[in-house]
């Protein structure tokens, strides 16, 4: 997996991914692009989607894969969908969504099974990523299927393939994230500060960003409406709230100065491990995916085992962003970048000087942080939030902390500094999930991010978010979950702008 | 060269670019994308750096190669690196920075000039582009040169080369683009009006643009600095004003909505004819180049007079971008999509609905243009401009008006509605270069982007800037240019923000 990060790898995928969109526009080229899939031995999840889907979401969802809202959103659909389309197929499980009637013994062949999987998986990814289509089509006629076969016989692999996929879609249609209205803000956030001027010093500003050669841009805080997201498992999240971020309020100025000082330190005496660690948890689908693939070998899932398990780490992790949404929507907190800017101005700093630089002296106003921070306020620190929920999870799921994650990260693989960082190649392990969620959190500081509060905020939040995720698995897995509607938005967060109470 | 337009050329290009990029670190795909070059009959330009050029465009510069500031500030660097290798083997013409000796008739080789040439472009472009330097030396290597050849004696094809592309770098280095400044603003300028609120409806407005399948951004007014580069030509910028857009004054109400109705007037009857050239006029490398590559072949240049006759074009483009962003940020020009929210807000209006839907009802504050707009003020046009000036220059190029530009549009090679529009195969002939700049300027009326009065101004701004264009040109080509040193940011406009004035 650490091949992820390399630059060769991205272009590739890249390259695959207009070949596959080519392919759907009369070109052969795809043709050269995959191997054809093997419905009888293969695994669709790992050797059919996951393939196609990092480069579509790549291109289409998180050019950096950073993004926690979009691409959760697309992967946790498009697992529901194999879900819904697997538990028939298992002896106790059930729909979470799509109940379908559970099939006989004797239908439980691998070759049934892909069949529905990869059925549900071209429905509900065509449906979550408009204009892909191509794509998904491709990886069915690479398995010998026909993706114009629309039966919807639930006495057939095609049938529960067919069904599991546009049920995912419909029942998460109206969930509260406005797919509808391409996931546009429905609760009139506007930032008080510009990408020009800190208005109020404990507020979230706005970076602007460059891409390419000069063409910048000024962020917008990304689905705020996530505050508002029916979530999966059984909790309600406006009992979870997050203590005020008092260390960004300004008036505390001996701790506002003190957490931006601290942010600087770190900048200031970045390790090639600590870098490498950042980017790897920056990348959602690869710290999620890595990290879970190393507990589904040395249990020795199944294709299938592996692809419902992998559902109770999106739930767990898609759950969890509800409240952490909702609390950064409701805290509004200043990130680093400004903070900084607003504390030294055009006095001189130590700190990371930018790709390949390490540490330098620049003027405050001039400062970055190594990761391009993401386009949502401060607290509490998402990443930090789903990684210990995804870690509670996995706990209770593998009945132990430990993880045994070993990260091979190849000299100069870093996408902040590549061909420089690390100066030789590199290997960390990540021993237990309790190191995991740290890492995860601590890198984020490091990165220059996030101030310790939004860690420490989100590690207590959400954790328990793992254990509803995971009882709301067993339940499924079980067959004692009861049946469900399709998900509704909640309503408004009653205290979506209430900054002054102190819980 | 409509095939620019589909979607299919753009993956391609953007495969290849990857393709490339990969070649420089380790991969050997790109050996499969690109014939090898003859450096004895081959035309570098059209063959060799075009090909390469326009995916880099596209993905480090404009996606939509609709930017005029980036796209052009590339492109004329470059081709004055080749105009400056080429001129030491042409009888009479000097350099226009990088003065060099002239060969002798017997060094007038197709081999040595396009030797010069790739040397050339090599070093302007891996200079003007960071990042993409395997892309150059791989083009270098497939001509069977070396890269790595850092020789400067004036006397061999490579040295002219490598002094004319490192001479056009260090001569445009610090011109008031703010190169080395990733092209940062230098002027200091703020928008009166917010992506999410029209304090002053006369004023410009940022867009809130959708990246993927919801990702959202606010514009940012591109290189507002513009406006104090040093043109190539014999003009002081500041002699050249458009008069106050009066109608864009809300306390002229009648106007301001006249210009709204009429710009809602086109988009409910936009025909397939105004969609596919408001599309290609927004394509400036396609514009610009097939335009003149329609002139280019009527005249029977060969590979060098063609590359010297681009550098016309292209400084005409670029010196007219000069004023045109001058008067930009003076008056900061409302939009039609804010002025058409503030005049209806949400009553319903008739227009274009979005792609393959044609006109429809719909809420005035969601009206959408045709084509995405520009990052910057309304007035004056910049496409109507370039255009104007590029006309200008051409007719005194070639002494006449004619041009008989021939376009074939593929049925369904729309960008906007691929695979709806045009219904069916659609070839337009642009007859004169009056015609060329009337589409141009009109094509921008009809998708929405600008008023009638921004399309007249420029055209009478910006023609004259055409033809000193063209004088400067045949100075260079006599040989009676007189030499000059490395280009110099100009004094900021001394009325930056007076907009009271009328002329």
New interface residues.
Partial sequence: MPIVF???YL??A??VL??V??AG???N?QSQQYPPFDLDTGDPLREAIIPRLVPVLI????PSLG?VT?VNR?NTVTILALWDALAPYHPTAVGAYTRLERRPESDRTQLNMNTATLHAAYHALAG???GTEPVWREMLVSAGLDPDDAGMDPGTAVGIGNAAGKGAIAARLHDGYNQTG???DTTGY?PVN???ELVDPGRWQ?D???R?????????F??PQMANVEPYSDFDPRDFRAPAPSDSDPANWDAYKAQVDEVLHFSANLSDEQKMLAEIFDNKVVSFGASFQAVSRSLGLSAAENAMADFLVMLAIHDATIPTWQEKRRWDAVRPFSAIRHVYGDETVTAWGGPGKGAMEMPANQWQSYLQEA?HPEYPSASSCVCAAQAQAMRRYSGTDALNWVINFPAGSSRVEPGVTPAADLQVTVPTWTDFAHYCGQSRVWAGLHFQAAIDASAAMCAPIGDAAYEYFALLMSGAAPERGPAQALEPDPRQDDRDDES
Same sequence: chains 1, 2.
């Fill in positions: 390399t630059n060769r272009g590739r890249i390259i207009f070949a969109l080519l526009l009369g070109s080229a291109a289409e969802v998180s993004d979009m697309v979550m990523i408009p391409h996931y546009a506007e510009t990408a020009t706005p602007i960003t460059r390419g050669i000069g063409l910048y841009t000024a962020q917008q990304v689905t386009d």
